[in-house]
């Protein structure tokens, strides 16, 4: 979504990083890139006004020109005044002390919000909290059906008494609705209200009419993401008619430009709770101001990858896989078991893009496919049990047969033999404390220095002393040696030779 724009300032600040100190012409400079920048990634013109006005007042101040590293300061300046038009601290739903909580969701026609709906039951079921779908969306063709698709995915209850399709009355139904919840004990309500295609009256007065009905606790703008410029019109709007609390991004996966998400807080002065980032329902997630900032700087959201891994995997699991590791015991099989855990936790090319300087690998990143998991799986699943406990049995013909089994080739076969009996070793090593050889970051003068597993001479350093046979002059290269002198040179050295 924000790949364009994320490059764009990378490139900014690389060239800002090379001025020692900055000038008022430096900052001008740098702030006309920025501007460019949002208003090509379609952020609303009152808005790059606004942030450039405050990073110009900011950075000709005294924090940058008295900063260390003023070129740093400037990003981290950028980088807050970002966090600002994303609405500042992040925030959390409100909850009534009685319940049910009523939310209400509102926004245009194929902004995504019924499968919304469903994603944010799940999330809440997550939280623990018995939760009703409304289906109060009775104009769009199979809405109600959709919503009742998706409780049964998610297991959520969905209250449909209307077939939809044009018949029935909303309004009535989401009165039933919160009768319906406080007789069973639910915690939240979820209504689904009907979009149009455009801003119209009469879908305005529906919504308000509804709100009017149940009184809602939280009444959700979901808006695409991919919308545009006109987001900004749309969220007034729906300020003005309906009167919200919060915004909800949708399709924040896409490869529009994303200037919604920059505008939207900023304009409708209610804050982002929820991002949706794809079409699974798990691909939701509360919006954090802080990390999505740090992911347009390309600076990385570790916290999120984080988060994701303490939500996909057992630790019972980990707890049994360290064992193994320390008893040497790694197999194929756990080399699998490893992959469906980290396919648990989403989209791989999802993952790698929460990295910092994901911006720079976006090429491996755009041809990265998701589904050589998949292909690695059908291979490991042709062989036999011994096999996978003991890769030394595969013999030439053994390796045709799993092949043919897999629908992959031999070579296939042997590259994922290879790269299993690498990870094997480096985690050999790596348990015995020691840095495998070629392992990225570690330069190769470290390589046997107690990095990388043991260098060849594991002995003790021969006494290295003059091997003269003249006794004098053996005394004084000697003497010259512990001295940290060359023999025979001037002693303008040292023994590190420095």
Do not use: C
Not at 4 to 10: F, V
Not at 342 to 349: D, F, P, T, V
Not at 451 to 476: L, Q, Y
């Amino acid at each position: 979504m924000f790949g364009n724009l994320s490059d764009r300032l990378a490139q900014t600040f690389k060239n800002l990083r090379t001025k020692g100190k900055l000038t008022p012409a430096d900052i001008d400079a740098t702030l006309r890139e920025i501007r460019r920048a949002l208003l090509e990634a379609d952020v609303a013109l009152e808005v790059v006004k606004e942030f450039v006005a405050a990073v110009r007042e900011r950075a000709l101040g005294d924090e940058v020109s008295k900063a260390l590293n003023p070129a740093q300061q400037v990003v981290q300046i950028v980088n807050e005044e970002l966090v600002t038009i994303l609405g500042g601290e992040q925030k959390t739903l409100s909850f009534a002390k009685k319940p049910p909580t009523v939310i209400m969701l509102a926004g245009l026609q194929g902004s995504g919000k019924t499968t919304l709906a469903g994603k944010l039951a799940k999330w809440l079921k997550d939280q623990n909290l018995s939760t009703l779908l409304v289906a109060a969306d009775l104009q769009r063709p199979n809405a109600v059906n959709q919503l009742q698709v998706l409780g049964e995915r998610t297991g959520v209850e969905v209250f449909a008494p209307e077939p939809g399709n044009g018949v029935g009355n909303p309004v009535k139904v989401a009165k039933a609705a919160i009768k319906h919840a406080e007789q069973n004990k639910f915690a939240v309500v979820l209504v689904d209200t009907a979009g149009r295609l455009g801003i119209d009256e009469e879908m305005m007065q529906q919504a308000r009419d509804i709100r009017d009905a149940v009184n809602p606790d939280e009444t959700l703008f979901v808006i695409d993401a991919m919308v545009g410029q006109d987001a900004v019109n749309v969220a007034k709007a729906f300020q003005d008619g309906v009167g919200i609390s919060g915004v909800v991004l949708t399709k924040l996966d896409g490869d529009a430009r994303g200037g919604a998400a920059l505008s939207v807080a900023s304009v409708t002065g209610k804050p982002i709770i929820f991002s949706s980032t794809g079409e699974g329902l798990d691909a939701f997630e509360p919006f954090y101001p802080d990390r999505m900032a740090s992911r347009i700087l390309d600076m990385g959201d570790v916290l999120s990858l984080i988060e994701q891994a303490q939500r996909s995997f057992d630790e019972t699991e980990a707890r049994a896989m360290a064992e193994k590791l320390a008893k040497n015991n790694f197999t194929l099989n756990d080399f699998m078991e490893q992959m469906q855990q980290l396919r648990k936790m989403g989209s791989l090319k999802g993952m790698l893009a929460l990295m910092p300087g994901a911006s720079q690998m976006r090429e491996q990143l755009d041809n990265f496919d998701e589904k050589e998991i998949d292909r690695t799986e059908a291979i490991i699943r042709s062989m036999t049990p011994a096999e996978r406990n003991d890769t030394k049995l595969l013999n030439g013909s053994r390796r045709l047969r799993i092949a043919k089994g897999s629908g992959m080739t031999v070579t296939d076969v042997n590259s994922l033999v290879n790269r299993f009996e690498q990870a094997a070793k480096m985690m050999k090593t790596m348990q015995k404390g020691g840095v495998p050889q070629g392992m990225p970051g570690v330069p190769a003068g470290m390589q046997g220095m107690g990095f990388g597993g043991a260098g060849k001479g594991k002995g003790k350093d021969k006494k290295k002393g003059s091997k003269s046979g003249n006794p004098a002059k053996r005394a004084a290269e000697e003497a010259a040696r512990l001295a940290g002198e060359k023999p025979g040179g001037d002693a303008g050295g040292s023994a590190f030779g420095l």
